[in-house]
Structure formats: C-alpha cells, structure tokens
C-alpha cells in the first residue's frame, strides 16, 4: 500500500509569490491535514479536510488556504509568501472512523 | 489540547532499553496518548498509542502511569536507526491532531 505522497519534495520561491503544494493520501483514507514544521515553532497544525469540506482550521492568516478534492487528493497553498514562511510542510492522512494519522515526507519550501 | 513536557534529548547505547519519558500533568480523561518519531527529512512515523492500559506492538511499548499523569516509550533493544526525535502528544480524537502542537520532543542519539 503506498504511503502518503507530497510532491514537490523541495521548492525556492521568493517573497510575494505564490505557492501550491500537493497531497495524495493513502488509498482509502479520507481525511488529510497539513502541518507546518519550522525549528523555532516546532510542528504546527493548518487544516483538515475531510469529503471535499475543510472541518478544522489552525491559527494561520488567511493567506493559507486549502482544498480536497473528491479523489481525496488535496492541495494548499500560500499566497504573497514571507520569509517566515520557510518550513516543512507535512500532509497526513487518516481513515475516519480509526487508526491514527500517516505522514509524508513533506514539501522543504525556502522563501527567499 | 493539553501540554506535554519531554526531556530535551537523551542517549542510549545499541542493543540496550530505551525509557523515554513524557510527563502531561493536565492530561484529560477523554485525551489520547500518541508517541511519533521522525528521523532526519522525513516526516513524523507514527511509533504508538493508548488511553489508559499500556499497549505493545512491534516496534516499542506504552506504559501508562495509573493517574495517567505520564507516560514511557520503551524501545527493548535500541539500533542506529532508532535514532530520532521523539515526541509525545496527546489528542482528544484518535484520528486527527488538529489544535495539537508538537513540541521540540526528546532527540535520541544510539551509540554504537
């Protein structure tokens, strides 16, 4: 069974540009969330989406924004990029009724 | 969520138990008690998890203080590739971190 998939794995921008990251979860799991990971902050929770409709938001600005789409694949994005936004980014993805999220590899974005 | 609280790093020499602790004073009675690791690029694998009985799978054991006020992973034979960071959360659902916070966790280093 594959595994979470993230794609792209590395990425440089630069700052007021726009970015679009992807996720394909496991076969079956319906639910994905996506994470920030930078070393000052730790690992800090985005958003969830579950059926196409975002069910749980963290404390991000609006700039951050996200969809699923109805293969369960989904996608976020930053708008007007920032140097703080530099991070890992990390999708998981969870059946709904049990078992506990998986990881992927995450997306490196270097906003510079 | 409630907190977590989790020594900083710790070492261990190869082939020899790993005890690593995780105190949640405030933890509450519904929280769930999650243990991931995440070794260098890649995302948080998901090692264990439990609510009040300690668990075993194949990769390590959860014993969970009566109180539940904290916990221990033990790894029963720590190799090189055990070595990671380590973190403890607690969730109030099972399938979903949403409004958890990683923190730091606890970086084991395996000597060989």
């Known amino acids: 069974k594959a595994g979470v998939t993230q794609t792209p794995r590395y990425l440089i921008k630069t700052r007021g540009q726009q970015v679009t990251l992807s996720c394909s979860p496991i076969?079956?799991?319906?639910?994905v969330s996506w994470y920030q990971q930078t070393p000052g902050q730790g690992l800090q929770f985005l958003f969830e989406y579950f059926s196409e409709t975002q069910r749980n938001k963290g404390n991000f600005p609006g700039r951050f924004s996200g969809r699923q789409f109805s293969n369960s694949r989904s996608e976020m994005n930053v708008s007007t990029l920032e140097l703080g936004d530099s991070a890992l980014y990390l999708c998981a993805s969870s059946p709904e009724s049990a078992g506990t999220p998986a990881f992927g590899s995450g997306t490196q974005l270097s906003v510079l | 969520d409630a907190k977590t609280t989790q020594p900083n790093s710790m070492e261990s020499n190869e082939e020899e138990p790993v005890h690593l602790p995780c105190n949640h004073s405030t933890i509450s009675g519904t929280d769930y008690i999650h243990w991931y690791r995440q070794l260098p690029s890649q995302g948080p694998e998901y090692v264990i998890h439990g609510l009040t009985s300690n668990v075993n799978n194949r990769m390590a054991s959860l014993a969970i203080a009566e109180d539940r006020k904290s916990s221990t992973l033990i790894l029963h034979r720590a190799t090189l590739r055990d070595a990671a960071v380590y973190y403890c959360?607690?969730?109030?659902?099972?399938?979903?971190?949403?409004?958890?916070?990683f923190g730091p966790g606890t970086s084991l280093s395996v000597i060989p």
């Open positions: 076969s079956g799991h319906r639910s």
């Open positions: 959360i607690l969730s109030a659902r099972e399938t979903s971190y949403d409004k958890v916070i």
